[in-house]
């Protein structure tokens, strides 16, 4: 509003003159909305003396270059936040009076120029959040007045350069979210003014640098925060890190440290976060549990103990609880994995401050008869010891916590009643567990009306489900699975508005279930009970999350089913398999009939629920014919009608299922041709046993070697006694569907696993085999490649040894069988691995890792925080360079350079999107740039890409085609993705194109 036309300029907001000559030296238009690029003409270039541009927080794009020409007296500038692209120009270095410099949140790319040591008086350097390529510049270590550093959140490779030494004003050094690797030079050990270090989420490797303890040589040591995690550090945690004296934070997770803890670590008076869950730990040295902590080598007591607040310990091999907690303002406290064993000392209860307490996985065997209990406690209590030896009633005193939100002592010996005490957390209690224990009698009323989670599965509990129920109004799971009540189907659910999950299975249910309406039910297990009945051809018209998860699924929040301590857990039966779905995605649905009396016709409405993943409806007496109208189920992965008494044919419909993987006709009474089409031609056999009446060309070629035994490799050597030897059997497939969700499982060694991977265009020569990665206790990795044919010479060198597929059933499927000993070392991580024939015309080898799957311990918790996926509505794509020319038979090819960005650009770096088109022959579609309506039956997958770009240079489009919509998928982190279906879109229009 200050900007008027005929008035003084110095006078505006955002505008410093110098007050002698007038001239504008200071420009800050920060978060005023602004937008477009900079061209070389653009008036700035006029502003000689000025000294200060902030330009943050705008939707600025383009590139730089103009921007900075003559602004040679600069000594401030901030372009933060906006959406600038291609490269920092090696003129910057022109801009030689700089001391701030923040491009942090752009779409910089390529590499981080050497010139940038050259800007001899920075004092801030900001370079987060852009996808640079490059290794991190030596000539940093020139700039030797900075304070601070920011590299994190970028593709930077390479080893962190020795000359970071020379920084010696450092005083934030932020390098986490790259790809660093090598070792931590030992320079670092220089940076006597560093206050916040952050070398995590990188693949930084070997020990930490004894260097570290010469900050206590330095006068003005103020080490605040130290953070390591999610690298391979090795070797043990060195005994002087007491050394750093002002410590407030050690997280150093998910590693490989080994040894045992140094006490000394709990020895500096500032420290308040110590977490080292997932590393190789085996206790903690020389800790006097008597609640003093002592030297390795006098045993003498230390003073000044800190005041912790967050203790992670999780997998460190401890075997006793530290005592020294007792005296601590403890918040978190979590020793879970552990080896201890005994009483759960009663003097926890007593921590005032305490909100989150893990226990599981131990081998405690009880609690300690807790006389005090803090009553008025600051803040409520999340309790989670599941999996240890509890035996005996749930004791009392837990009645007495008040305020506890999570209670989960699954897996254990518990026995007895439930304990209506439990009344007195009414007001608190969200999430109580109690599933595998010994617990009989019924279920109390009325004594937890605000849970969000309700689990008591796998115990001996009788009666019926208590009415009260419909007074949990805020229920969202209920499971009840594996007990004996006796009861009819609760169709007086349906009050409950925010019910999610309905787990009645294995139980003595009985009777029809009447229609009713389930409005947020995603998954519904009732199997194996003694319901009857049939089903009325309208059942599933008001199950509306089914139909559609709309605003059921936030991906605002986390991707999993429960809350920010606990997440729900379930058993189901998927794909034939029984699964044990250690958390739950949001987006899963299933339901599951199976093991039940239902007769009379599969209700036609059955296909509106256009969001169900799983349909089991096996062992009944179905009749009549399977309907068409499963056709419609698109995002369906497993389909189970075997053991009914259905007739006719199979549905040709469920054929263009593009995620249906798995599906069981067998022992029916159906007749006719199978349908072909490679969702069919990948069954097995025994999908169709015990109906007769099926034949055609498509049934022959998935039976013709039912009786052919498949070959095995057998091992050059093998000894059954040999307990250190880790013996892997599995059967692989390559080149499957593109799957809906993908899910794993583990018990003991990896015994079986299956693998489908996104579908693969290639020319017709390529070649694809399956690579798989071992990798040993001291990191060192082997690789085996599974090919369809025996591979060329030329990979001899890449891997331990090459196999030859033992069975192709179908061109889109390389099946090999063998087992393998492989002297300890772990598979880590599964690959499609693409290359040409040795006869390639071509120029230059094609050779292209296409996706991976790695795999972790099973036993491993994992417990960082998981980053919800941007909402699409986020998104800006913009495509550039388009191009279209005419191809063979009157089609055309499209070439397109496609970027993408979020419009707040905090998190705007992801590590993997997939890429789709999807064709327009609607003119109509076209003009209202409306995205295509579902099911989208023309989209292809065109690749993957690992920067918010890609691109697309031969895409052919037939005559018809309109425009194309490329629709970018997003990938998070922890393996999630945006559904497709909603995910980003871009549409090019066609017409009016050359």
Known sequence: ESWVNNSDCCNWEGITCNPNSGEVIELNLSCSYLRGKFHSKSSLRNLHSLTTLVLSNNDFSGPIMSLIGNLSHLTSLDLSRNGFSEFIPSSIVDLSYLTFLDLSSNRFSGQIPSSIGNLSHLTYLDLSGNPFLSQIPSSIGNLSYLTYLDLSWNFLSGPIPSLIGNLSHLTYLNLYFNQISGKIPSSIGNL???????????????????????????????????????????????????????????YASSNAFTGTLPSSLFTIPSM???????????????????????????????????????????????????????????????????????????????????????????????????TTVLVSRLSSLNLLASDNNFTGKIPSFICDLRNVDTLDLSNNNFSGLIPPCLGNLNRSLEVLNLRQNRLRGGLPKNIFESLRTLDIGHNQLTGKLPRTLIHFSSLEVLNVESNIFNDTFPFWLHSLRELKILVLRSNAFHGPILQTSFPKLQIIDISHNHFNGSLSSDYFVKWSAMLSLGENYDQRDDNYMGGFYYHDSMVLMNKGIEMEFVRILKIYTALDFSGNKFEGEIPRSIGLLKELHVLNLSNNAF?????????????????????????????????????????????????????????????????????????????????????????HETPESEDEEEEEEEVLSWIAAVIGVIPGIAFGWAIGYILFSILELVQVKSDETSKLGLLLCFSSPSHETKSILVAPQEPTSRFDHMFLKCLVASKQTVSEWTVHETSLVMDGHTLTEISAFCYGPDNSTKTSEYVALLGHISIKDHHVQLQQNLVSLPLPSSWIIEAHNIELVTGNSGSKILRVKLEWRQKELEDSVLPVYNVYAESVKSTDVLRSRKVLEKPRSERVFLGVSHVPAYYVSELVVDSDVKGVSFVVQPCGEDGSWMNVDVSPNHLVDLEGLS
Request: hydrophobic share 30%; net charge negative.
């Open 192 to 250: 006597y003014n560093l206050t916040y270090l952050d070398l995590s989420a990188n693949n930084i490797v070997g020990e930490i640098p004894s260097s570290f303890g010469n900050l206590n040589q330095l006068t003005s040591l103020n080490l605040s925060s130290l953070k390591l995690y999610d690298n391979q550090f090795t070797g043990t945690i060195p005994h002087n890190i007491t050394s750093l004296s002002k410590l407030t934070t050690f």
């Open 272 to 370: 308040e976060s110590v977490i080292l869950y997932d590393n190789q730990l085996n206790g903690i040295l020389d800790l006097d549990l008597s609640g003093n902590h002592v030297s390795a080598t006098n045993k003498s007591p230390v003073s000044d103990p800190p005041l912790l607040r967050y203790l992670v310990l999780s997998g460190c091999g401890i075997t006793e609880l530290p005592e020294f907690v007792r005296n601590q303002h403890m918040e978190t406290l979590d020793i879970s994995n552990n080896k201890i064993k005994g009483q759960v000392p009663g003097w926890l209860w007593t921590l005032p401050n305490l909100t989150y307490l893990n226990l599981s996985n131990n081998t405690f065997t009880g609690f300690e008869n807790s």
């Open 623 to 711: 009749t009549g014919h399977i309907p068409s109208s499963l056709g419609n189920l698109t995002a369906l992965e497993s389909l189970d009608v075997s053991q009914n008494q259905l007739s006719g044919e199979i549905p040709e419909e469920l054929g263009s299922l593009s995620f249906l993987s798995y599906m069981n006709f067998s022992h029916n009474q159906l007749t006719g041709l199978v349908p072909g089409g490679t969702q069919f031609q990948r069954l097995n056999c025994t999908s169709f046993d015990g109906n007769p009446g099926l034949s055609g060309p498509s049934l022959d070629e998935i039976c013709r070697d039912i009786h052919t035994p498949t070959p």
